[in-house]
């Protein structure tokens, strides 16, 4: 499907296209099950990291397989480093690709953008920018100094210059298990200054993870040692009300898969078949990601 036709859809209709990463086969088909059930458009998204992980012919046949099923999902490339990876990953199938030049100047950006624009859309790919830098995480937390907020008349002028389709942007979220620099909080108020900027495009908001606190204990009571985790789904109860029509989660799912399979073998150790526990797995992602596509992003029966 094409990413922009669903997210134009999604912003004048008042709900969010769930861009839920898979980094394995269980979350992969946790998520189409969701999908299934609650009739709800969703965008598959894949990291390079990933990418590598399932290897590119593996891949192709998993976008072919569900193109062929008609199921209302589009295959985004998430935080595309460079123009190889773009082209590595429109050969493979994708419907649209991410370009990550935040961390450049807004002049690198804006130039690495163009070019991924006007070879992705010869090819009939849609494209997403990202203006505004995350905080990064490492084993002590978040790096508070390198968190930039977008700024809404850099947002006008980059969507001006780049020709790009949908912006993701840098209002507080942040990837990974610990998801604020100091109190949580999303900058709503910068979020609203951007829509005035540019009404028509779609925004993106990255690090959506909810991060419950069950699947932290979960995962904790059954040998894992996951520290420093925050998060807040009340600030996110409003979100579909807003421009933001993309909203990335990977990491609700990674510990949503995680946190059974661990419980699992703890209370069954003679298991030792991958099926068994996987099956386990795509449960739980499954359910994890029903509840954030009818609470968060409002978007089930919405085809
Ligand atoms: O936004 C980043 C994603 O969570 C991708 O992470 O490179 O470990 O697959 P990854
Ligand atoms: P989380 O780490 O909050 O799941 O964010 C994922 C993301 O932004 C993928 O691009
Ligand atoms: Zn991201």
Do not use: W
Not at 83 to 88: A, E, L, S, T
Not at 91 to 98: A, E, L, R, Y
Not at 99 to 110: A, C, H, Q, R, Y
Not at 188 to 215: F, M, R
């Amino acid at each position: 499907m094409n990413t922009l036709t669903m997210l134009k859809k999604a912003m004048k209709n008042n709900y969010i296209v769930p861009a839920f990463n898979f980094a394995n086969f269980e979350i992969f088909k946790g998520l189409i099950l969701a999908c299934e059930e609650t009739k709800s458009p969703m965008i598959l998204q894949v990291s390079e990291s990933a990418m590598n992980y399932f290897g590119d012919f593996v891949l192709a046949g998993i976008i072919a397989g569900v193109k062929k099923q008609k199921l209302p999902v589009s295959f985004h490339l998430d935080h595309g480093a460079n123009m190889d990876i773009v082209k590595r990953a429109i050969k493979i199938g994708f419907d649209s690709v991410m370009i990550d030049g935040s961390t450049l100047t807004f002049k690198e950006n804006v130039k690495l953008t163009k070019q991924v624009v006007k070879y992705a859309h010869a090819r009939n790919v849609t494209v997403e920018g990202e203006l505004g830098v995350l905080a990064v995480a490492n084993d002590d937390g978040l790096i508070a100094d390198k968190e930039r907020f977008t700024s809404p008349a850099e947002a006008k002028l980059f969507l001006e210059q780049t020709g790009v389709d949908f912006l993701a942007v840098s209002i507080g979220t942040n990837h990974g298990v610990n998801k604020y620099v100091g109190e949580p909080k999303i900058r709503y108020d910068i979020l609203k200054k951007i829509e005035k900027e540019i009404p028509n495009t779609p925004i993106v908001l990255h690090g959506a993870s909810l991060i419950e606190e069950t699947y932290i204990k979960q995962i904790n009571n059954n040998g894992g040692i996951i520290q420093k985790a925050v998060g807040n789904k009340n600030l996110l109860k409003n979100a579909y009300k807003t421009h933001i029509s993309k909203i990335n989660m990977d990491t609700d799912f990674r510990l949503a898969n995680t946190a059974r399979v661990r419980e699992y073998l703890n209370e069954a150790p003679d298991k030792y078949c991958p099926r068994t526990y996987g099956k386990q797995g795509i449960d739980a992602v499954k359910q994890c990601a029903v509840y954030r596509i009818k609470n968060i992003c409002k978007s089930n029966n919405k085809l």
